[in-house]
């Protein structure tokens, strides 16, 4: 914000002074044909090679203006781009880290559900489960199962 309104003073400067050239130590101010000095038209009283070189310099100075103005808009541009371009480069980063985060939550979900099942298998191949315990673990495998599912639903969105 601060940059944009340095550019737009410089901008109101240059249109301010732009007329004015400083040729041989004075100052001369060229509207249309004429030129004039502290206000007075003293184009009669120059040489025509120094009415040329006041315009000449004058002219310079008017293209230096315009070769500034677009290296700035140049700079905002890039600028723009810039920013552009880190946004997307943000958005990338935050979409990757989502999807390693799916991961990570898919594979502990698969994890916990299988180790949850083998302990039961063993549990029941021992015997040591009574039918409360059963119905417990088949719940708890159940709730599992669903966070699996779950998780894999987010992975496959992501």
Request: with cysteine.
């Amino acid at each position: 914000m601060k940059f944009l309104i340095v550019i737009l003073l410089m901008c109101f400067s240059f249109i301010l002074n732009a007329q004015e050239v400083n040729f041989n130590g004075t100052i001369y101010t060229v509207k249309g044909s004429s030129i004039l000095t502290e206000g007075v038209d003293v184009t009669s009283k120059l040489s025509v090679e120094e009415q040329e070189q006041i315009k000449e310099a004058f002219n310079k100075k008017k293209t230096l203006e315009k070769t500034s103005e677009k290296k700035e808009k140049q700079i905002k541009k890039a600028e723009k781009k810039q920013k552009l371009a880190e946004k997307k480069q943000r958005k990338a980063e935050k979409a990757l880290k989502q999807k390693q985060k799916a991961q990570s939550n898919f594979d502990k979900s698969a994890k916990k559900h299988m180790q949850s099942i083998e302990k039961y298998e063993r549990l029941k191949k021992k015997g040591k489960l009574s039918p409360e315990d059963e119905a417990k673990w088949l719940k708890k495998i159940e709730k599992l199962k669903e966070a699996h599912e779950k998780a894999e639903k987010k992975l496959k969105r992501v």
